[in-house]
């Protein structure tokens, strides 16, 4: 009776599936008045037509194209399949099994007194997030993971979840990011997995009660996470003890994070100066992290300044740090190098064909950078070749979500932007029919931010700054404007909460 498939009136099926099914019927204990009396007969469960759904959505976008790409590059007629590497070998042991035998303490010791510079892929997080604005599917990263597990155990670790992408697996991928992790976690048994995690905010944009933070961090530890790069947007350490807290009470590995905005070599930034980031190092040092995370979310830290404040907080703090940078400008590979002859420890950079622009450095170029130096990575670099040609093959499917960044821009230093905000921003000023204006968002972003008081600028209080740009230039309105009382201005939602 469950293949029938009446439509358009009512049918009596459900009623007689409850009858058949009933123990009452099913033993012959009934009587005339069972029907009368037994109320569960007329309880029907709402059939969900699951599979005529999904091929209605089918049929509905292979005629129609998805609405989100609608209007927007195509990938190539001839584009390539992507075909991940066949591992090489078995997975050899990684930092992974240095952290499960020895702790988070013995990695944060051993990474002091590593000479070579270790790296961080951050390809299936942030490569993506800032190059093509979150969308890459779990299938993509999960086909390649034993890749990098058998041809590159010698990687710091993988930065793959956390940040926006938590959000868009749900909202836009109709994904579950949790089985991402697990997935991730199974194929990658060796190596390191990170996250980027907003301290109060988790991966969200409010602040979330402490034993949400609390539960969650649990639950990223448990499902595969080994290190959390806890930060503050506005670089609150005290907002951050909580999800620090939680991170060391699971065993994992503390990131502790400071933003890095203006120019410490500027005096007319003064307000972010040389000891201020050393003093916050001290302040994530005493409160237990176990890395100082350098998060310079916009590319603004320059090789001279790079320089400079690595081998400060190197001196004066005593932590390992882990620098992350962005390419928007077009020389943070010089910074890492700058960092690197500092003293850092750890740098982030992603894959060749996911590297540049707002994204990181490339890895391949640093490894090839250093190869026969004091501070040599050691990866292969035909290993990291071999994987950076299937993201090549992965980048060419995602051609709607491209952020439109041909060439390097120095504007960053005026706008100030997080790479990982520029896509995102750019996709809502074209929604929005401000494409076209993008000059002149740029400038008002730079306008907001200096109304608000030169804030630290990473999610959310970038978002805040972002979002008031896009109402200004919708609106008409400029800084002066906004800054009279006279003028009435209907702030976003987001201002206002």
Same mark, same amino acid.
């Given at each position: 009776?469950?293949?029938?498939?009446?439509?358009?009136?009512?049918?009596?099926?459900?009623?007689?599936?409850?009858?058949?099914?009933?123990?009452?019927?099913?033993?012959?204990?009934?009587?005339?008045?069972?029907?009368?009396?037994?109320?569960?007969?007329?309880?029907?469960?709402?059939?969900?037509?699951?599979?005529?759904?999904?091929?209605?959505?089918?049929?509905?976008?292979?005629?129609?194209?998805?609405?989100?790409?609608?209007?927007?590059?195509?990938?190539?007629?001839?584009?390539?399949?992507?075909?991940?590497?066949?591992?090489?070998?078995?997975?050899?042991?990684?930092?992974? *099994?240095?952290?499960? %035998? @020895?702790? =988070?303490?013995?990695?944060? #010791?051993?990474?002091?007194?590593?000479?070579? +510079?270790?790296?961080?892929?951050?390809?299936?997080?942030?490569?993506?997030?800032?190059?093509?604005?979150?969308?890459?599917?779990?299938?993509?990263?999960?086909?390649?993971?034993?890749?990098?597990?058998?041809?590159?155990?010698?990687?710091?670790?993988?930065?793959?979840?956390?940040?926006?992408?938590?959000?868009?697996?749900?909202?836009?991928?109709?994904?579950?990011?949790?089985?991402?992790?697990?997935?991730?976690?199974?194929?990658?048994?060796?190596?390191?997995?990170?996250?980027?995690?907003?301290?109060?905010?988790?991966?969200?944009?409010?602040?979330?009660?402490?034993?949400?933070? *609390?539960?969650?961090? %649990? @639950?990223? =530890?448990?499902?595969?996470? #080994?290190?959390?790069?806890?930060?503050?947007? +506005?670089?609150?350490?005290?907002?951050?003890?909580?999800?620090?807290?939680?991170?060391?009470?699971?065993?994992?590995?503390?990131?502790?994070?400071?933003?890095?905005?203006?120019?410490?070599?500027?005096?007319?930034?003064?307000?972010?100066?040389?000891?201020?980031?050393?003093?916050?190092?001290?302040?994530?040092?005493?409160?237990?992290?176990?890395?100082?995370?350098?998060?310079?979310?916009?590319?603004?830290?320059?090789?001279?300044?790079?320089?400079?404040?690595?081998?400060?907080?190197?001196?004066?703090?005593?932590?390992?740090?882990?620098?992350?940078?962005?390419?928007?400008?077009?020389?943070?590979?010089?910074?890492?190098? =700058?960092?690197?002859?500092?003293?850092?420890?750890?740098?982030?950079?992603?894959?060749?064909?996911?590297?540049?622009?707002?994204?990181?450095?490339?890895?391949?170029?640093?490894?090839?950078?250093?190869?026969?130096?004091?501070?040599?990575?050691?990866?292969?670099?035909?290993?990291?070749?071999?994987?950076?040609?299937?993201?090549?093959?992965?980048?060419?499917?995602?051609?709607?979500?491209?952020?439109?960044?041909?060439?390097?821009?120095?504007?960053?230093?005026?706008?100030?932007?997080?790479?990982?905000?520029?896509?995102?921003?750019?996709?809502?000023?074209?929604?929005?029919?401000?494409?076209?204006?993008?000059?002149?968002?740029?400038?008002?972003?730079?306008?907001?931010?200096?109304?608000?008081?030169?804030?630290?600028?990473?999610?959310?209080?970038?978002?805040?700054?972002?979002?008031?740009?896009?109402?200004?230039?919708?609106?008409?309105?400029?800084?002066?404007?906004?800054?009279?009382?006279?003028?009435?201005?209907?702030?976003?939602?987001?201002?206002?909460?």
């Amino acid at each position: 009776m469950r293949e029938f498939r009446v439509r358009g009136v009512a049918t009596n099926i459900e009623f007689v599936i409850n009858l058949l099914k009933h123990p009452t019927f099913l033993d012959d204990s009934y009587t005339t008045k069972f029907i009368d009396t037994t109320e569960d007969l007329f309880h029907f469960r709402k059939r969900r037509d699951r599979a005529t759904k999904l091929l209605i959505y089918i049929a509905d976008i292979s005629v129609n194209g998805h609405p989100e790409t609608a209007g927007r590059a195509q990938p190539p007629a001839d584009a390539r399949k992507p075909v991940p590497p066949a591992p090489k070998v078995e997975p050899a042991s990684g930092t992974r *099994q240095m952290l499960e %035998r @020895q702790g =988070a303490k013995a990695v944060a #010791d051993w990474m002091l007194a590593q000479k070579r +510079l270790l790296i961080t892929d951050t390809t299936m997080r942030d490569g993506h997030q800032s190059l093509l604005a979150t969308r890459m599917r779990s299938l993509d990263m999960i086909k390649v993971a034993p890749s990098y597990a058998a041809n590159l155990p010698d990687l710091f670790s993988v930065e793959c979840w956390g940040g926006a992408t938590f959000d868009v697996a749900y909202r836009f991928l109709q994904e579950s990011p949790w089985q991402r992790l697990r997935d991730l976690r199974e194929r990658m048994p060796n190596l390191m997995t990170q996250m980027l995690l907003r301290a109060s905010n988790g991966v969200g944009y409010t602040n979330y009660p402490d034993n949400v933070v *609390q539960s969650f961090v %649990r @639950q990223a =530890a448990g499902s595969g996470i #080994d290190i959390f790069r806890v930060f503050d947007s +506005l670089n609150w350490v005290e907002n951050m003890r909580v999800a620090m807290d939680a991170v060391i009470e699971t065993g994992k590995i503390c990131e502790g994070t400071v933003c890095y905005t203006g120019d410490i070599l500027d005096p007319a930034r003064a307000k972010y100066d040389l000891k201020y980031y050393v003093d916050m190092g001290k302040q994530l040092r005493d409160a237990g992290a176990h890395v100082l995370g350098l998060k310079d979310m916009a590319g603004l830290l320059k090789p001279g300044a790079a320089r400079v404040l690595v081998r400060a907080l190197k001196e004066e703090v005593g932590l390992p740090v882990h620098f992350h940078t962005h390419d928007t400008s077009g020389i943070a590979g010089a910074s890492i190098l =700058a960092a690197a002859e500092a003293g850092v420890d750890a740098v982030d950079s992603a894959m060749d064909a996911f590297s540049g622009g707002t994204s990181q450095p490339a890895l391949g170029s640093i490894v090839e950078a250093l190869r026969n130096s004091d501070r040599d990575t050691g990866l292969d670099i035909g290993a990291v070749r071999a994987i950076s040609n299937y993201w090549e093959a992965v980048r060419e499917q995602y051609a709607a979500f491209r952020s439109g960044i041909q060439a390097p821009a120095s504007e960053v230093y005026l706008h100030e932007m997080p790479g990982g905000q520029f896509t995102n921003l750019k996709a809502q000023a074209r929604s929005m029919g401000l494409e076209e204006r993008w000059g002149e968002i740029a400038q008002t972003y730079a306008d907001v931010n200096q109304m608000f008081g030169d804030i630290v600028k990473v999610t959310p209080s970038s978002k805040v700054v972002g979002d008031m740009a896009l109402m200004m230039v919708a609106q008409g309105l400029n800084r002066t404007q906004v800054e009279d009382p006279a003028t009435d201005v209907a702030f976003p939602d987001r201002l206002s909460t």
